[in-house]
């Protein structure tokens, strides 16, 4: 069972979230982004959000954040 970091940082108004142990990209759009991390799926959901890191299993969002949610995975149900 892998292990999954997640780190939320403020700056000028934008958040900066990495995110460490990502198994999958499941949406990617400006308004939401869902990726799939161990047994859970992270969402991120704000405006002008992109992804500009993406290295092995970790990546990098910002953005202005409006919310972000934590759920079981399809698999897991």
Do not use: A, H, W
Not at 32 to 38: D, G, R
Not at 51 to 69: A, F, W
């Amino acid at each position: 069972m892998g292990k999954y970091r997640i780190e939320i940082i403020g700056e000028k108004g934008k958040s900066v979230i990495n995110v460490e142990g990502c198994k999958s990209i499941e949406k990617y759009t400006s308004e939401m982004i869902s990726v799939t991390l161990q047994d859970i799926i992270f969402t991120v959901c704000g405006k002008g959000l992109s992804m500009p890191v993406l290295i092995d299993n970790n990546l990098c969002i910002r953005g202005y954040v409006k919310e972000t949610s934590f759920k079981p995975s399809e698999k897991e149900k």
